[in-house]
Structure formats: structure tokens, C-alpha cells
């Protein structure tokens, strides 16, 4: 069994490395929506920009042998689980250095070597992929959780169902963590979820369900961790009701403009924004003697110059060759003769 880390166990370097995945993730969205706006990236950006404490606090409890499927939001997703940014930046951008070869662009990134399954535009795609990886690992006998990223829209679609049922059924090693952001594109949850907390909904898959505090790291740390030892003790899946907070648009669509955005007062973005993830991160650090505010500056300042190397990185890359266009479509699943 793999030694999981609770809120007291976390080690100075971990605390610090928290903190740099936050930031990278923050960093990263911010450049990628000047790059869109500058015409560099193309078709629409989900940036993760005010959830980053629920991404990295998550992803922080797992191993890099665990498994993760991400969602339309998709950039924070494989940061916070390690990957480099160049070959995430380079997709965003189109070239053959990226993950998926160019391929998947913003809403499809996937990097196998950190455990990321892949992410993706149709809602609710993830859970059962999630579940099928956690179903793997049991009859492998293997101590692997798989973890998966929702929005609180996709807690509606037939694949939440589904997915939690079959878990709970065969005690899958799995965590269903719903990104709960009070928005599905511009439609409040309280006008589409009939139960108060999303959580709730564990009860009918007799499975634990939990509402955590998502713009506190060290909530997020812990709980995602608890889960995961109830998941490799053989007890099955946790719902982790995640609460937290986009600061832009659903998505953004550069030199179009953003999308309708009357569905949320400005007075609201910016009462959510006083309790921000990054900030309230690094006033604990500091509290604690981790860092002080010179070594807060520091860690950010080393993100912005691997961000930057990331843009460097993506530009010098090459767009896929068009003779290329048909490659990787399809997998020869027929074994070959001898």
C-alpha cells in the first residue's frame, strides 16, 4: 500500500509544491488567454482561473501511477497531477510537440506518463472512463485509484449515474470529484440540482458523499486523501462535492469576445474573489513560517519564467505535417499472424 499524506503529514517541500502547481496553473491560463486573444490558439478556452486549490489539492493526493480524466476545464487538470507545460502548451497551440500530437488542442489534452487518461468536451465522458480504469486496477490487484473530474451540470447526465452505481456495486477503487462552481455554462446549480448538495447523491449509492471547502488546498488535500484510502482498503468509491469558483467567463472566445456573462453580477466575481485560492495559500505559508513574503515572490517568479519557456517551447514547434492528418485515427486491435 502506498503511504497517502493528511494535512498535518504534508512535508515543507510539499507545501511548496503545492503552492508552485497553483500558480503554474494560474500563470499558464493567464498566458494561454493572451495568446487566444492574439489569434495564436484557436476556438474556445475553459480557463481553471479561481479553482486552482481544488485541481492541485486533489491531484496532490494521489501517485503518479493513480489515474485521472479531466473535463472541458482540462489545462489545470494534468498541472496539478505534474505535467510539463511544454508539451501542454505546445497542444493548446497546435504543434506536433504536443501531447496529443496537435491533435486534441485545448479540450483534449492527455499524458499517459503522469496518469492522465484524457479529458473532454462531452459532458459527464470522463466518469465512466474513470470507472473502467479503477475496475482495472481491482482485477489487476494493484493499489492504483482512479480520480475524475466533473462539473456540477454534468451530476444530471445518465454517465454520473451510472458510473457511481457500478462503483459502488463493485467497490471500485474510484473518486468522483464534482468541481461544483455554482455554473453549468450560465445556468445556476440551485436551478438544476433538486437536492441542496450534490454530496447527497451518494446516499442513494450507499457510498460516502462529502461537501469540501474548494478554495482551501489543505480541505481539498485532506479529504481527496481520506478518499483514496478508503478506495485502496477495498471500500469502494467516495462523492466529493467540491466547492469552488470560476473568476471568468464559462469560456472564452478571444478576439470574438466572451460569451453572455449577465448571468452573474460583478459584484458576485468579485466576493468570490476575496477568498482567493492562491492567496489564502500563501498567507498560510507564511503564517507557518513555510516562506515568507520573499520566498512567495520567488516561487512565483520561477513559474512565470517556466511558463514562459513553455510559450518559447510551443512557438519553435512545428504544426503536424498534413500527410500526418489520418494518423493515430485508429488502433489494430486484430493480433497479428505468426
Not at 492567496?279 to 520567488?298: C, H, P, Q, R, Y
Request: hydrophobic share 40%; with cysteine.
Amino acid at each position: 500500500m502506498k503511504e497517502t499524506r493528511s494535512m498535518v503529514e504534508l512535508s515543507r517541500e510539499a507545501k511548496i509544491e503545492m503552492l508552485r502547481r497553483m500558480l503554474r496553473i494560474r500563470i499558464f491560463d493567464e498566458v494561454a488567454s493572451e495568446l487566444q486573444a492574439k489569434g495564436e490558439i484557436p476556438g474556445p478556452l475553459h480557463t481553471s482561473i479561481g479553482q486552482e486549490a481544488e485541481v492541485v489539492g486533489a491531484c496532490m493526493a494521489l501517485s503518479r501511477q493513480d489515474y485521472m480524466t479531466g473535463n472541458h476545464r482540462s489545462h489545470g487538470h494534468p498541472i496539478g497531477k505534474g505535467a510539463p507545460l511544454g508539451p501542454l502548451m505546445a497542444e493548446l497551440l497546435g504543434k506536433e510537440t504536443g501531447v496529443c500530437k496537435g491533435r486534441g488542442g485545448s479540450m483534449h489534452l492527455a499524458d499517459f506518463a503522469i496518469g492522465s487518461l484524457g479529458e473532454s468536451g462531452i459532458v459527464g465522458a470522463g466518469m465512466p472512463i474513470a470507472t473502467g480504469a479503477a475496475l482495472s486496477a481491482k482485477l489487476r490487484g494493484t493499489d492504483q485509484v482512479a480520480l475524475t473530474f466533473f462539473g456540477d451540470g454534468a451530476s444530471n447526465t445518465g454517465p454520473f449515474h451510472e458510473s457511481l452505481n457500478l462503483a459502488a456495486i463493485w467497490k471500485l477503487p474510484v473518486i468522483f470529484l464534482c468541481e461544483n462552481n455554482g455554473y453549468a455554462v450560465v445556468t445556476r446549480a440551485s436551478d438544476m440540482v433538486a437536492v441542496e448538495n450534490i454530496a447527497d447523491r451518494a446516499t442513494a449509492y450507499a457510498i460516502p458523499g462529502e461537501v469540501v471547502d474548494g478554495q482551501n488546498v489543505l480541505s481539498v488535500h485532506e479529504a481527496t486523501s481520506r478518499a483514496v484510502k478508503r478506495a485502496q482498503s477495498g471500500a469502494g468509491p467516495t462523492l466529493l462535492d467540491v466547492r469552488t469558483y470560476r473568476y471568468r467567463d464559462h469560456a472564452e472566445f478571444g478576439k470574438m469576445g466572451d460569451s453572455v456573462a449577465s448571468y452573474r453580477s460583478k459584484e458576485e466575481v468579485e466576493a468570490a474573489r476575496k477568498r482567493d485560492p492562491i492567496e489564502m495559500f500563501a498567507k498560510i505559508l507564511i503564517e507557518g513560517e513555510v516562506l515568507d513574503e520573499d520566498g512567495v515572490a520567488s516561487v512565483r517568479a520561477q513559474v512565470i519564467s517556466e511558463v514562459d519557456e513553455a510559450v518559447d517551447f510551443a512557438r519553435a514547434s512545428a504544426f503536424p505535417d498534413v500527410s500526418t492528418a489520418f494518423d493515430f485515427l485508429f488502433v489494430d486491435a486484430v493480433a497479428p499472424r505468426h
